[in-house]
């Protein structure tokens, strides 16, 4: 008996998440998500992926998106995901998403899907394109997650509703068949979860909203992001409080306490005592800056390099394949296809 037989590794539990590369990230997916992945990844096996499919739900300039999804994979290198411990890949490259996708579309009802708020927003938004892949859009994502076994996925809050569809499935499978998939948990940060648009606070700050002033990305530049915080819009009052009444300077604060590094809302109350929103953006702006700016310097110099992200990639879907193969192997296999 080898050694290697005698104390199997213990199986670390799987975290699954990703990404569209419908625009470059921006500071809300840093917060909501990226920072978390990296927390994970010492204690789980990790699996992160630019999901390019996903983003071909929107219509895409081709030349750009194929750029822009390298853009994203060495987004999650700068933002701390190590190649080395965690596989990063292009969801394309692992051709078993679109196969199970496929399977787990005819366990998802018509009713599932409508009620999904990311399809009524997107379809209202493209009303001139209402495609059935951005109605399916869920599925393919539950697909993702699945095909890993994933424990966990860390995401923004907006990706509930998606969850709880992906434990539906999984469940619903499982229960038709006999266990098949991990049923996944979401991951939330408490904080952070949800960082809301600079210019309508009441819509979440996003990659592609059209009002670049709205999102802070992550490659804008030191003066970029103190323009764009300093025309931030801001509620009736002077005061830096937080209030249900004031969300355009809660969400300031949310950023600027985790910006700092965790400091309470009741210290940031006490320091801007008596100040108004000039000098609290000024500092906002000075914190945010310190904060983006080793990332987007990282992106730069890992962009730079092709042939070494195109490596990362290229071994990153490898080990992949080698989990999702197998997960659909089993679910051809119990669905009742033939061998091939
Ligand atoms: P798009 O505008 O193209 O729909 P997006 O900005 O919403 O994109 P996604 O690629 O859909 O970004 O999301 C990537 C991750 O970032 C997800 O986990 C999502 O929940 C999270 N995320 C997106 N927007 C925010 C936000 N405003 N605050 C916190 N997390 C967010
Ligand atoms: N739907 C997500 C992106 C996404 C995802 C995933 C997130 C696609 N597949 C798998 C976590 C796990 C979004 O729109 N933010």
């Known amino acids: 008996m080898t ?6 590794k213990p199986q670390k539990p799987v975290i699954l998440s990703g990404m569209q590369p419908t625009s470059g990230l921006m500071l809300g997916n840093l917060i909501g998500a990226l920072r978390n992945w990296v927390t994970f990844q010492q204690n789980y096996d990790c699996y992160f992926c630019v999901v390019d499919l996903h983003a071909l739900t929107v219509r895409q300039v081709p030349a750009e998106l194929r750029k822009r999804t390298l853009d994203v994979a060495a987004m999650y290198i700068a933002g701390g995901v190590d190649p080395e411990q965690s596989a990063i890949f292009i969801q394309s490259h692992v051709p078993e998403h679109a196969e199970l996708a496929w399977i787990l579309n005819t366990f998802t009802g018509m009713g599932e899907c409508s009620r999904m708020t990311q399809f009524k927003d997107k379809s209202t938004q493209h009303s001139d394109n209402v495609n059935v892949g951005l109605f399916t859009y869920p599925v393919l994502m539950a697909s993702d997650i699945l095909l890993y076994q994933a424990n966990v996925v860390p995401v923004g ?21 006999s266990p098949t998939f991990t049923v996944p948990e979401p991951f939330i940060p408490e904080q952070g979860g949800r960082i809301m648009s600079l210019q309508e606070p009441q819509k979440k700050m996003s990659k592609s909203d059209p009002n670049t002033n709205a999102t802070i990305f992550l490659v804008d530049s030191d003066d970029q992001i103190r323009a764009k915080i300093k025309r931030a819009v801001t509620d009736s009052g002077t005061t830096i409080q937080r209030s249900p009444e004031r969300p355009a300077i809660g969400n300031l604060m949310e950023m600027f306490s985790i910006v700092t590094g965790g400091q309470s809302f009741a210290d940031i109350e006490r320091d801007f005592e008596g100040k108004g929103y000039a000098e609290f953006k000024i500092a906002l702006a000075d914190a945010v800056v310190d904060y983006v700016r080793p990332v987007r310097e990282r992106f730069l110099k890992i962009r730079a390099d092709v042939p070494e992200l195109t490596r990362i990639v290229q071994n990153g879907a490898e080990k992949a394949r080698r989990t999702a193969s197998k997960t659909l192997r089993k679910v051809y296999k119990k669905v009742g296809l033939v061998e091939r």
């Not at 050694?3 to 199997?8: G, M, R, V, Y």
């Open 157 to 177: 809050e907006d990706q509930k509703q998606h969850l709880e569809l992906t434990r539906n499935i999984a469940e619903r499978f499982n229960y038709h068949y």
């Open 3 to 8: 050694t290697e037989t005698q104390n199997p």
